[in-house]
């Protein structure tokens, strides 16, 4: 079975704009242990508030665990590699600088992925003027952010959780209630930064 192999992390912090609060974005070099040569990578496992960082912090806590996360130096079921990557994942919390600009670590952020004959793929085009960009890869399209900043990425995972959650919504029996996914999306994204809410509009919503 493949683990993924965790080198390093880092973290960033900075504070929503709209409601004042302190946000960390957790950056993981990552390789995976069935591909030789090795190839790390940095990428984002989440930007959110601190205790729901630490909530994916304990998550990877219980995967080194079990074997599915490996970490330079763990043993499958050490009885104390849980509290040694804790401590190790709090210090890189609490030493995390404040940052403004984009992330130095991340050049491109990929917020959500479709079929181009998805129904509602017009949607994503919508956030094109908002700095987006659309690339395909394989038969899939992607929305992506190039350089983030702490709070671009932020918002992007709200995008992708405000997204899955409408997902689930609007299956009635396995599935998918097109027309009431696209209200959802507009209808229920009031958390949302309201350009970033816009976007969903298809003028049958309530506002």
């Given at each position: ?13 900075s ?28 990428w984002?496992?989440?930007?959110n ?30 009885e104390?590699?849980c509290s ?5 994942a ?57 350089h ?8 992007n ?6 997204y ?44």
């Amino acid at each position: 079975m493949s683990s993924t192999l965790l080198r390093s992390m880092k973290a960033y912090k900075s504070k929503e704009p709209r409601w004042g609060e302190e946000i960390y974005a957790l950056i993981v070099n990552t390789a995976e242990s069935n591909i030789e040569p090795l190839h790390y990578e940095h990428w984002v496992i989440t930007c959110n508030k601190k205790w729901l960082v630490m909530k994916t912090i304990c998550e990877m806590a219980g995967n080194l665990y079990s074997g599915v996360l490996k970490w330079p130096g763990a043993q499958w079921r050490d009885e104390e590699i849980c509290s040694k990557f804790l401590r190790y994942a709090e210090n890189v919390i609490r030493n995390a600088p404040t940052r403004a600009e984009s992330i130095p670590e991340i050049t491109s952020h990929s917020v959500i992925n479709w079929n181009p004959d998805d129904p509602t793929a017009d949607i994503w085009r919508k956030f094109i003027p908002l700095g987006y960009l659309i690339e395909k890869k394989w038969d899939r399209e992607y929305l992506v952010k190039k350089h983030p900043t702490m709070i671009d990425l932020y918002y992007n995972f709200q995008i992708r959780e405000h997204y899955e959650n409408c997902l689930r919504y609007a299956r009635e029996k396995g599935n998918l209630d097109i027309d009431k996914f696209r209200r959802y999306l507009y209808e229920s994204g009031y958390m949302l930064p309201d350009e970033i809410r816009q976007t969903f509009k298809t003028g049958t919503e309530k506002s």
